[in-house]
C-alpha cells in the first residue's frame, strides 16, 4: 500500500490566506480561485454559511468568486445539492504523470493536507487567532492534514469522467493524463470507515514541527527521502523535513511505522 500526500486549498500563491480551523475544530480547506471554472464559493456552505462569507469575514481586502472544488469529498456542502453527487478526486498534466510512473492504484491511500490556521469569533465574525496564547498550534501557521481517500477506481476515459458532471476534471476533454479518482466504499483496514472522508483538527493530524515554520514538518521516519518516490531532498537545514519547491503529491512506499501512522490520523 502506497501513501500519496497531497497539498490541497490555499496557499501564499493561490487565495493568499489561510483554510480557517473553524472554533469546533472543523478543518475548512478552501478550494483555489480558478477562473476556468464554474463553482463559486458563494455555492459552497458550511452549517448554512456561505465559504464567500467566512472568507469575506477573515480576509475583506481579497475578492473571491470562482473555485475548484477538487478533492470534492465533503458531503453536503452545496447551497443547491447536486443529484447523483458522488466523491472524486481529478489529477492531470504532468502531477498525474507523476502519479501513474509511481503506480499508484487501487487501495493506495489519499492524505489531503493544506494550509491553515486556527480561527475565533469576535465581535460577530471569524478572524484568525494572532495571539499567543501558551500553545504553538493555537496562533501558528499550519501543514494539517485534513482529508482522506483510499482508491477503490481510476478513471481515464472522459466518457466515465464525463457522468461526473459536477466535478471540474469532467470537462477537460482537451488536457492530457485527465484522471478521476475514486474511493473505495469502506477502508480496507476498518470497514466501518467510508473510503473517504474530512477530518477534524487534531494536534496528530498536524504535519508543522512545534516551533517551527509550517513547511518544515515532523521528523518521521517513513517520510523521509528514501521511501519518497523519485529524486526527492529533505531541504530542511536543520531538524526536521521539509520537501521545497512547486509539487502537489509525494508518493511514499510502505515502511515500518507506515500504515500504523496512518491509522493514528484517520481512525
Known amino acids: 500500500m502506497k501513501i500519496i500526500l497531497s497539498r490541497k486549498g490555499f496557499d501564499s500563491s493561490n487565495g493568499g490566506c489561510p483554510s480557517p480551523i473553524l472554533p469546533d475544530g472543523t478543518l475548512l480547506s478552501m478550494p483555489i480561485p480558478s477562473s476556468?471554472?464554474?463553482?463559486?464559493?458563494a455555492d459552497l456552505c458550511y452549517n448554512g454559511e456561505k465559504y464567500s462569507d467566512i472568507l469575506n469575514q477573515l480576509s475583506p481586502k481579497r475578492a473571491f468568486t470562482k473555485c475548484h472544488v477538487d478533492?470534492?469529498?465533503?458531503?453536503?456542502?452545496?447551497?443547491?445539492?447536486?443529484?447523483?453527487?458522488?466523491?472524486?478526486?481529478?489529477?492531470?498534466?504532468?502531477a498525474q504523470g507523476m502519479l501513474a510512473n509511481a503506480k499508484v492504484e487501487k487501495g493506495d491511500?489519499?492524505?489531503?493536507f493544506g494550509w491553515f490556521r486556527?480561527?475565533?469569533?469576535?465581535?460577530?465574525?471569524?478572524?484568525?487567532?494572532?495571539?499567543?496564547?501558551?500553545?504553538?498550534?493555537?496562533?501558528?501557521?499550519l501543514h494539517v492534514i485534513y482529508g482522506y481517500m483510499q482508491v477503490?477506481?481510476?478513471?481515464?476515459?472522459?466518457?466515465?469522467?464525463?457522468?461526473?458532471?459536477?466535478?471540474?476534471?469532467?470537462?477537460?476533454?482537451?488536457?492530457?493524463?485527465?484522471?478521476?479518482?475514486i474511493p473505495s466504499q469502506t477502508l480496507s483496514f476498518n470497514s466501518k470507515y467510508k473510503g473517504y472522508g474530512i477530518l477534524d483538527f487534531r494536534k496528530e493530524r498536524v504535519l508543522t514541527m512545534k516551533d517551527k515554520s509550517r513547511s518544515i514538518w515532523n521528523d518521521l521516519p517513513f517520510l523521509k527521502p528514501e521511501h519518497v518516490y523519485g529524486n526527492r531532498k529533505n531541504s530542511a537545514k536543520n531538524e526536521g523535513l521539509s520537501y521545497r519547491g512547486i509539487w502537489q503529491e509525494l508518493v511514499i512506499d510502505e515502511s515500518d511505522g507506515l500504515i500504523d501512522w496512518v491509522k493514528s490520523i484517520i481512525l
Open 152 to 181: 477503490g477506481d481510476i478513471l481515464t476515459d472522459i466518457n466515465d469522467i464525463s457522468k461526473y458532471y459536477w466535478h471540474p476534471h469532467s470537462y477537460y476533454t482537451k488536457v492530457p493524463n485527465n484522471a478521476l479518482y
Open 109 to 112: 491511500i489519499f492524505l489531503f
Open 71 to 94: 478533492p470534492d469529498i465533503r458531503d453536503n456542502n452545496r447551497i443547491s445539492p447536486i443529484n447523483g453527487w458522488k466523491p472524486a478526486f481529478g489529477q492531470c498534466d504532468a
Open 36 to 41: 476556468n471554472d464554474k463553482d463559486t464559493f
Open 118 to 141: 486556527k480561527t475565533e469569533i469576535y465581535n460577530g465574525s471569524y478572524r484568525y487567532i494572532s495571539r499567543k496564547t501558551g500553545d504553538f498550534f493555537d496562533h501558528a501557521d
